[in-house]
């Protein structure tokens, strides 16, 4: 089956900068751009348009003044075209002030409901008076000239009307004073309609407010919108000690720290979800910032007590266990993404740890502040709490490594980006990667929910730039439909980015594309991998069109064959091909992904069903190719074995294999292609080869619509490929394998925990393990990168040519160690990362006579297996202080 899928295109995406040609202002150093950014339609003209935070800015004398960059969309999407540039100077009745961070947080709705978005700017650390660090919002509102700086708003505590008064309360000690003790009016912002009266309200937190005599409790206002925008009247405050609110105040919760907007319910009324980020969980003697988010739900009156909800891993039903520091609520996003008409509340959770087991059960490795997500499905009586998903970087399907510091999840966005009707949601992750360069996952949704099956990864090297330390790509996400083609866009803040050697900021803003998807049936009797495949028709519409970026589907050719797979393994095999289209004015690349998931227990004769995906070149135009000028196309095919499977003691990854290269007559009105011509042998080491034999393929001119076709042949995909071995070698793998052994290991590897540093000179990996009277151990592969202060990256591979010193009488219990050399120059630096994949098979052998020095070789004599696995442990750090040599010994034990 054919169907044209959209998503966001790596392909299509912008770096804007206040260098950029064109844009108001200036960089200056730790100005912070895209600290904050906010996707709404200010001059209602049907594209979305982008508010950029740059909290740092320098105004006149005014050093972290603040001010927020705003750019229009239009048919080409985000342009400098009419952008402005806002600060408080910019405004009626304000001036910048040094300090105030204006431009930290921002929302946006239409608070007077003339079709316009209205845009909500906080400036936390503002000053009131002798009053430090109160807060201050400011609302411009929207027109059809954008937005309008002669009408505008203030808000703060002692705005007329408003409940509370501003305050500033001297930190007791004991008081998290990072937060300065004050109240931070501001530091959150978002918006929605409570009362269901057509225009929108705004939510404003106070993390900083105190309850009484309960420092840093934290409150919520929430100030409602009118005929003639926001207004004083019947405006609310919430906070933990609020009468009927679930939960009590305590000292440095930040109520309000995180806020979100959506209908969980579905009465036709938004709810507000504020994130407690610094809330004592109750498990585990109430460890600290566990955190928790409350549920204040809508109605016809606006916020009410009535069933509001604390969610927290406290809770009954809610999965996890509640850890220090996990910070549950720091971030929130709502949407629909099951489309079943109740919005979706996301929870960031960027403190909490992930622990991996280790692979032979002595020690757990944990990656401290990894991150995670947790999704809570909204229904008729509210959010479910027990029919949550918990997303990580090493959930099944997400793309990505897990690292310490990831924080994954510290941002979030919804939007629908791939055009379905269901949303999806934008998870950053900026201090992942290279000291903080920083990564985004996008997860798409579907009728059951939210779905790795989809899931994207973009860092600032998938979009054509660099991943440099700090740049915190994915310190703030908002999506919106920048060029109105109806799928949303994605703007990535990138606050840390140097620009032209100046520690400014940069956005990237990436934009919606499509491929085509289609499903291949593969049936697993037989010995062969592929075989009488037959070719058939799926579609006439125009595969080779004047505009790839046309709508409807494009025809291809789907191949139907059998697949032949034993034992029990899951994980990923892809087959990629690239396909170039060159002409004379135009060089278009459309690569072809062709990836499936193996389930578990492939047996013969059961059926499985993979997807591909044609990701199609945006806008390559071919209408100035004339009848008798030529396409040249290259067709590469790639094998891909993801972490999970390991196929070869050799270390098999991937292997490249151009397949043809053709020149097409546009003047002509077939394309033959013989299968003599099409055919390539991939080795794949001791399985032996992979033999890929096309069929031929008939396709009608380029200026036709009849379609792409091709007739059947046998033997598309042959093979002389050691089964057995095969079957031998595939194993179970979900994200980092966990491989089973016999017998135990008793000793710490290198006598601490992973999380400190180590000498690596003069390591033993010891073990007690009973084994009969004969032990071995061969090292598959072993590959891994050193990267030293210096910048330089030292990679390296090794095979089967580790020695072993192996202690003469062989017992029931065996201590060894195994030693390898390596060259490196560590003369320049004190401290190295280490990142290696090991995978290793402990064998019992035939007969081994006990010697004092030992090498393995290829000696297997009727073997049995006590473990076949592999491990990956990232980014370890240790000490070589006083160490200056070009060669390092270390133990395997302390690559792993």
């Known amino acids: 089956m054919v169907k044209i899928e959209k998503n966001l295109s790596v392909e299509n995406s912008q770096v804007f900068h206040q260098n950029s040609l064109g844009l108001l202002g200036e960089n200056q150093t730790d100005d912070l751009l895209g600290t904050a950014l906010m996707a709404a339609d200010f001059n209602g003209d049907g594209y979305s348009d982008l508010a950029i935070g740059v909290p740092g800015q320098l105004v006149g004398t005014q050093a ?41 947080s921002l929302a946006a709705g239409d608070f007077d ?26 609302v411009v509102y929207g027109s059809t000239n954008g937005l309008n700086t002669n009408r505008n708003q203030y808000w703060n505590q002692d705005s007329y009307g408003i409940l509370d008064q501003s305050e500033y309360t001297a930190p007791s000690s004991g008081d998290d004073v990072s937060i300065d003790d004050t109240e931070q009016f501001g530091s959150s912002v978002a918006t929605g309609d409570f009362n269901g009266d057509g225009y929108d309200d705004l939510l404003v937190g106070v993390p900083g407010e105190s309850v009484g005599s309960i420092h840093n409790a934290g409150a919520v206002h929430a100030i409602y919108g009118s005929q003639t925008g926001l207004t004083h009247q019947g405006n609310q405050l919430f906070h933990q000690n609020s009468t009927g609110i679930v939960g009590y105040s305590a000292v440095d919760e930040l109520f309000g720290s995180a ?25 585990n003697g109430g460890v600290s910032n566990a955190g928790a988010v409350q549920i204040i739900y809508g109605s016809s009156n606006g916020l009410t007590y009535v069933n509001n909800q604390q969610i927290s891993v406290d809770i009954t039903g809610v999965p996890g266990v509640t850890e220090a520091f996990d910070r549950f609520g720091e971030s929130l996003a709502a949407g629909d993404f099951n489309q079943d008409g109740y919005e979706d509340l996301v929870v960031g959770i960027p403190g909490q740890d992930y622990v991996m087991d280790s692979p032979f059960g002595f020690f757990d490795i944990t990656y401290q502040s990894a991150g995670a997500v947790q ?102 996400l908002a999506a919106g439909d920048f060029n109105g083609d109806g799928q949303a866009d994605l703007g990535i803040g990138i606050p840390g980015k140097d620009i032209s050697g100046v520690d400014t900021g940069a956005i990237n803003v990436v934009y919606g594309g499509q491929r085509t998807t289609f499903d291949l049936s593969f049936n697993t009797s037989g010995q062969s991998i592929w075989s009488n495949g037959n070719a058939t028709v799926i579609d006439d519409e125009r595969f080779f069109g004047k505009n790839w970026n046309e709508s409807g589907s494009k025809g291809v050719n789907a191949l139907f ?35 499936f998931d193996l389930p578990n227990q492939v047996k013969s004769g059961q059926t499985v069903t993979i997807g591909t995906s044609f990701l199609l070149d945006n806008g390559a135009s071919f209408s100035t190719l004339g009848p008798t000028g030529s396409y040249n196309l290259d067709l590469v095919f790639k094998l891909n074995a993801n972490a999970g499977v390991y196929f070869d003691p050799l270390g098999f990854d991937r292997q490249d294999k151009t397949v043809f290269d053709y020149s097409v007559d546009k003047s002509r009105n077939l394309l ?58 595939l194993f179970k793998a979900f994200g980092v394998p966990i491989p089973a052994l016999e017998g135990h290991y008793d000793k710490e590897i290198l006598g601490a925990d ?143």
């Open 259 to 283: 806020l979100a907007t959506g209908d969980f319910n579905g009465d036709g009324y938004d709810d507000a979800a504020i994130g407690i980020p610094g809330q004592a969980g109750l498990d």
């Open 375 to 476: 999704v809570f499905y909204g229904t008729a009586n509210g959010l479910n709490l027990n029919n949550s998903q918990i997303w990580t970087k090493n959930s099944p399907g997400v793309e990505g490594v897990v690292s310490p510091y990831d924080q994954f999840g510290s941002t979030l966005s919804v939007g629908d980006f791939n055009a379905d009707g269901i949303d999806d949601v934008a998870i950053g992750a900026p201090k992942t990667s290279a000291a903080g360069s920083g990564t985004v996952n996008i997860l798409y949704g579907s009728s059951s929910g939210l779905s790795s099956n989809k899931d994207q990864i973009l860092s600032q090297t998938s979009l054509g730039g660099s991943n440099l330390n700090y740049d915190q790509f994915g310190g703030s």
């Open 561 to 595: 064959a059998s697949a032949g797979a034993y034992g029990s393994t899951s994980g990923e095999i892809g087959l990629k091909s690239d396909l170039h289209l060159n002409t004379g004015s135009v060089n278009a690349y459309l690569p072809i992904d062709l990836t």
């Open 754 to 896: 992973f999380g400190i540093d180590y000498n690596l000179l003069d390591v033993d990996l010891s073990a007690d393990v009973s084994l009969q009277q004969e032990f071995g151990l061969e090292v598959d592969r072993l590959t891994g990168q050193l990267i030293l202060e210096n910048g330089q990256a030292i990679n390296f591979t090794v095979g089967n040519d580790i020695t072993f010193l192996v202690p003469e009488g062989i017992g029931d219990s065996l201590e060894f160690s195994a030693i390898l050399n390596m060259d490196a120059d560590f003369s320049n630096t004190t401290r190295v990362n280490y990142d290696v994949d090991l995978n290793l098979q402990a064998l019992s052998l035939g007969v081994i006579n006990p010697v004092s020095d030992f090498t393995l070789g290829p000696v297997i004599d009727q073997s049995f297996d006590v473990l076949n696995g592999g491990f990956n442990l990232y980014n370890r750090t240790f000490d070589l202080s006083g160490f200056n040599s070009q060669s390092l010994n270390f133990a395997i034990a302390a690559a792993a």
């Open 64 to 104: 972290e003044a603040g001010q927020v960059q705003i750019l229009y969309g239009s048919t080409q999407g985000l342009t400098a075209t009419g952008n402005q540039l806002i600060d408080q100077s910019s405004l009626s009745g304000s001036s910048s002030e040094r300090g105030d961070r204006f431009g930290e």
């Open 113 to 138: 409901g003339d079709g316009y978005q209205d845009l909500v700017i906080g400036s936390p650390l503002e000053d009131w008076g002798t009053l430090k660090d109160t807060g201050l919002v400011s």
């Open 672 to 729: 033959n292609l013989d299968s003599n011509n099409l055919s390539t042998s991939i080795p794949l080491g001791n399985y032996g080869n992979l033999d890929l034999h096309l069929p031929q393929i008939n396709t009608s001119s380029v200026v036709s619509s009849t379609g792409l076709s091709a007739t059947g042949s046998d033997n598309f995909l042959s093979t002389n490929l050691d089964l057995d071995r095969i079957a031998t070698d």
